[in-house]
Nanobody
């Protein structure tokens, strides 16, 4: 499975970005997805996760109410809509694929990762 990310960039605080991730290759019919980020000098953390059918989602407390994960199975793609961005949202964002129906927050069960995109929120 290969993941191609798009949508990162520089935005002012309060602005919005939409991250996209397209999966290609041998994807199972019931695969789940997640978004992770890593800020400078910090460990990678899970931001959001979604089940194979979109019926279950997780959003970290720090982004709840501002970020929304979604997916389009017809196009093997998933997204992270980020609104009301804050400087502390700055970091490298990674999309991830898991062959499990819902991997949730367990990074160890994600088996493919995107290349990473820089998101910078200026104050």
């Amino acid at each position: 499975v290969q993941l191609i990310e798009s949508g990162g960039g520089l935005v002012q605080a309060g602005g919005s970005l939409r991250l996209s991730c397209a999966a290609s290759g041998r994807t199972l019919s019931m695969w789940s997805a997640g978004w992770f980020r890593q800020a400078p000098a910090k460990e990678r953390e899970v931001v959001a996760a979604i089940s194979w059918d979109g019926g279950a989602t997780y959003h970290a407390d720090s982004v709840k109410g501002r970020f929304t994960i979604s997916r389009d199975n017809a196009n093997n793609s998933f997204y992270l809509q980020m609104n009301d961005l804050k400087p502390e949202d700055t970091g490298v964002y990674y999309c991830a694929h898991s062959g499990m129906p819902y991997a949730g927050t367990m990074s160890s069960v994600y088996d493919a990762w995107g290349q990473g995109m820089q998101v910078t929120v200026s104050s």
